[in-house]
């Protein structure tokens, strides 16, 4: 009955068992598996965020975007003019903030112009410097105005925020290196390499598939931006009252 009972009895307190042992195995090879998958998702779309970045500075180079000089706002159907740029072409044709744009050259006449996109589609099809003709509506009278000359848009700020963009994944990179293990490291890493995409892509106003992919891209790099820093000032505050209240003395 003795042996029976020594044989029985459970293993001292801090001497692990076969089965601990093995669930601690376990779980070592799933944080390890997770950590794997995750610096190669990582890594994968870094690369593929930077030759993109790199396709559009390239592409951007190459093509020349045209302007008529005028502020248009998408609003209820039609794009209305809010701004003008000072001796544009806009302004010396005579459009008036508040014209209704209709249609540009050869559009059909039951076929408004609704969106930047088609106009710029539009403007691109005449070329820079070439002459354009625009119906407005002004105040509901139907105004032609036949001496809109495109000049080549002014694209100098991207390059800034290429570097801003530059800046982010560099901040990025030296944190997820340095502190990989750190809380929130990997967020904050997301954050820059989303921080990236926004600032460094840029919508050339060449209508192909590519740069459809960079306006999207864009649009939810915007999106995401925002949601990503709140998330992170929300949950990192947070995390390091809990490890004070476990353990006081570790932050002293």
């Given at each position: 009955?003795?042996?029976?009972?020594?044989?029985s009895?459970?293993?001292?307190?801090?001497?692990?068992?076969?089965?601990g042992t093995?669930?601690?195995g376990?779980?070592r090879?799933?944080?390890?598996?997770?950590?794997?998958?995750?610096?190669?998702?990582?890594?994968?779309?870094?690369?593929?965020?930077?030759?993109?970045?790199?396709?559009?500075?390239?592409?951007?180079?190459?093509?020349?975007?045209?302007?008529d000089?005028?502020?248009w706002?998408?609003?209820?159907?039609?794009?209305?003019?809010?701004?003008?740029?000072?001796?544009?072409?806009?302004?010396?044709?005579g459009?008036?903030?508040?014209?209704?744009?209709?249609?540009?050259?050869n559009?059909?006449?039951?076929?408004?112009?609704?969106?930047?996109?088609?106009?710029?589609?539009?403007l691109?099809?005449?070329?820079?410097?070439?002459?354009?003709?625009?119906?407005?509506?002004?105040?509901?009278?139907?105004?032609?105005?036949t001496?809109?000359?495109?000049?080549?848009?002014?694209?100098?700020?991207?390059?800034?925020?290429?570097?801003?963009?530059?800046?982010?994944?560099?901040?990025?990179l030296?944190?997820?290196?340095?502190r990989?293990?750190?809380?929130?490291?990997?967020?904050?890493?997301?954050?820059?390499?989303?921080?990236?995409?926004?600032?460094s892509?840029?919508?050339?106003g060449?209508?192909?598939?590519?740069?459809?992919?960079?306006?999207?891209?864009?649009?939810?790099?915007?999106?995401?931006q925002?949601?990503?820093?709140?998330?992170?000032?929300?949950?990192?505050?947070?995390?390091?009252?809990e490890?004070?209240?476990i353990?006081?003395?570790a932050?002293?």
């Amino acid at each position: 009955m003795a042996s029976q009972l020594l044989q029985s009895r459970p293993a001292p307190l801090g001497v692990p068992t076969r089965l601990g042992t093995a669930r601690f195995g376990n779980q070592r090879m799933r944080k390890d598996s997770i950590v794997r998958f995750t610096t190669v998702i990582l890594a994968l779309l870094t690369a593929a965020t930077v030759v993109f970045a790199y396709i559009n500075w390239r592409k951007e180079a190459q093509f020349v975007t045209s302007t008529d000089g005028v502020w248009w706002k998408e609003q209820t159907g039609f794009l209305v003019a809010k701004g003008i740029a000072p001796n544009g072409p806009g302004e010396k044709a005579g459009i008036k903030v508040g014209d209704r744009l209709l249609r540009i050259n050869n559009r059909p006449k039951d076929q408004t112009i609704k969106s930047n996109a088609e106009k710029e589609l539009y403007l691109d099809r005449s070329g820079v410097y070439s002459r354009a003709t625009y119906l407005l509506d002004r105040q509901g009278v139907n105004i032609e105005v036949t001496s809109v000359i495109p000049v080549p848009a002014d694209n100098s700020m991207n390059q800034g925020l290429r570097l801003i963009a530059l800046i982010y994944l560099g901040i990025g990179l030296y944190v997820l290196f340095r502190r990989w293990t750190a809380p929130k490291s990997t967020h904050f890493y997301i954050f820059c390499l989303v921080s990236f995409a926004l600032y460094s892509f840029h919508f050339t106003g060449k209508h192909n598939a590519f740069n459809w992919i960079i306006f999207w891209s864009n649009v939810v790099a915007e999106l995401l931006q925002a949601a990503l820093f709140l998330h992170f000032a929300l949950t990192f505050p947070e995390k390091r009252s809990e490890d004070r209240r476990i353990n006081p003395t570790a932050y002293q």
